[in-house]
């Protein structure tokens, strides 16, 4: 430092040689450093979204139950009383199979095939992964993969099958979330209840039953293998068009049974020698067609919400149908070609309301249209019923005395089938013969209105309207209905409710619906009922009804012939006290047959129906039939007095009777 007074020296710059040169290289270091870590977050910021993206939009795992159902087309498989199928609509799902229930084989087959380590990874197997990607890579394409049987289920039943990174990646992340809900034994019947055997087969059961007609329990080494040979390529291996090729790969799966223990060496020479025998298709009725497309109805109508795969079991009598189906159509190509009727429908429900027989037409597949449940047609005269049990209501009896005779009501005039008028009769009488005059003077006594309220209750649902003319059947309905109302004569009053649907399961065994016990509502008074009763067996057994030619051996019947105008539609709706049942028989475009009425073609027809539904019952007596019987023919003598005296009156006065000798049987 200077001292005071004197000149302060000057500092010396010390120059470094490449000084400047050191500062610039400074400056580039710490860009670069710089750069490299803008480099690194954003390839570390890009990883991130990457991974992120992997499962960007990833669907939730269903919940355990749920899987047993998802991605299920529609289904529906049925099944007669004893457990026999009838028919399967849509893929064949199977039942529900548990591990526990298979000899170890099964299962195994399926782990040598597909899943060699299936026990000891946690859903997806990274050894695996690791050794197939490096063969792909090696190879230039992908010749190798390592799904698990997890890793299948997911991609089978929660994602789809592209082959993409995302999905994959998806997969491995949803195939352990999914074992740690499930036990590996549970996750593999899971596996064998939902894996793709081809030709519309799921689930192990299915394909045992189809190829081996067999359970899968009961599945030899050999069949097997086989089995686990088809999810590789279950078309192309299908064991019907292609059993060399699937027993190339059969082979490949003994091997793997012996490498990891499963069989002995011996075992497996003895599974490839084995003969294997793949059975029929199985072969369905095709004419049941009817009753189950009208079950399928019914199923729709009761369960809010359609599973994706139901075992629904049916009321029909498989035995009785393709008798009485056979017959009928037998019937029908002779009798009912010579009589110019081209369909008939027929329809048998016993006691308790099971529908044991259901014919909806001549030929399934020639038309699936069912004229039991579907074809709304003119009853005729199979109404009168109905008016004559409104009227016991309003206090008249069987036995009450009625004028044949003409009648107007608002510009109508109703003539009998003959054109003829009979004079004085009984309410039994008229019923008997079917006369048209007194059956619409009793809906006009007691009301069009009443009319249609008892039909109703009886089991009518179609509606109906209040026209004179519904006293003779001129309204529509369908023999579903008008047979199921005759079911309340049948049972002395008790309206009859008739089902097709026994049960309803899923194909794990879950029961959806069982068909309830229940006390039959009661719509008529069991006296009334005996009259009517009565009244209806004279028609089937009297020298003067119009349906003599419905009788069956043995058994009393009850019934009512019907015929449309011009003979469009004849019916005969009859019971005895085991059955009540209903014959059709027209042309579905409306044209007229050759005069055939109730009387004719379909109570032969009902006869020889019933005649096969009765083999083997024990004859019981019906409600008021014989009651009926003696009553009213008491009746007839008291009253045979007034008729000959009114006929008297009247010839007197110039009016022509027609002769009661000889009655017309074959009118309505």
Known sequence: MA??????????????????????????????????????????????????????????????????????????????????????????????????????????????????????????????????????????????????????LIKNLVLDSRQTVKRKAQEVKLARELETKLSKDEILSLYLNRVYFGAGLYGIDAAARYYFGKEPAKLTVAEAALL?????????????????????????????????????????????????????????DPQLGYALDAATERVKAMLPRIPGDLVVTVSIDTGLQEKIQKQLAERMAKDGAAEGASQVSALVIDKDGRVVVLVGGVDYTSSEFNRVT???????????????????EDGYTPYDVFDDAPITIDKWKPENYTGQFLGP?????????SINTVAAELAQLTSEERVIETARRFGITTKLQPFPSI????????????TRAFGTFQSGGLRLDPYLIEKIEDSRGTVLYTRPTYDRDRVYSEELDKDMNG????????????????????????GK???????????????????????????????????????GLPADLWSDMMELAHVGKTPESLIGAAEGAQVSEAAEQRIAFYRGLSQAFSIAAGQQYANRATPDRYQP
Do not use: C
Not at 21 to 48: C, D, P, T
Not at 425 to 433: I, K, Y
Not at 471 to 482: F, I, K, M, P, R
Not at 577 to 592: F, L, M
């Open 3 to 152: 001292q005071k007074g004197e000149k302060p020296q000057a500092q010396r710059v010390i120059t470094v040689p490449g000084g400047g040169f050191l500062s610039r290289h400074g400056r580039v270091v710490r860009y670069g450093l710089l750069a490299v870590l803008v480099l690194l977050l954003g390839a570390g910021g890009w990883a991130f979204w990457k991974w992120r993206s992997l499962y960007a939009g990833m669907p939730k795992l269903p919940e355990v139950a749920e899987l047993w159902s998802v991605k299920r087309e529609p289904a529906i498989e049925f099944i007669d009383r004893d457990g026999n199928t009838l028919d399967v609509r849509g893929p064949r799902y199977g039942r529900a199979t548990s591990v526990d229930a298979l000899p170890p084989h099964v299962p195994q087959a399926f782990i040598a095939a597909e899943d060699k380590r299936f026990y000891e990874h946690d859903g997806a197997d990274d050894a695996a992964m690791a050794r197939a990607a490096w063969s792909n890579l090696r190879a230039g394409e992908t010749v190798s993969g390592a799904s698990t049987l997890t890793q299948q």
């Open 228 to 284: 686990a040979a088809l999810p590789k390529a279950p078309s192309k291996l299908n064991l019907r068009e292609n059993l060399e090729g699937a027993k190339t790969r059969q082979a490949y799966v003994l091997k793997e049974m012996v490498s990891l223990g499963f069989i002995r060496p011996s075992e497996a020479e003895e599974a490839k020698a084995e003969a294997i025998t793949i059975i029929d298709p199985p072969t369905y």
């Open 374 to 392: 579907q074809a709304k047609r003119q009853p005729g005269s199979s109404f009168k019923p109905f008016v004559y049990a409104t009227a016991l």
């Open 425 to 433: 009769m009984t309410m039994s009488e008229a019923l008997t013969r």
């Open 471 to 482: 006293a003779l059947g001129s309204q529509e309905v369908t023999l579903w209905e008008l």
């Open 535 to 558: 009244m209806l067996s004279r028609v089937v057994n009297s020298e003067i009804g119009t349906g003599g030619r419905a009788k069956i051996r043995n058994w009393t019947v009850a």
């Open 561 to 599: 012939t019907g015929t449309s105008q011009d003979w469009r539609d004849a019916w005969f709706i009859g019971f005895t006290s085991a059955y009540v049942g209903g014959i059709w028989v027209g042309n579905d475009d409306d044209t007229p047959m050759k005069k055939v009425t109730g009387g």
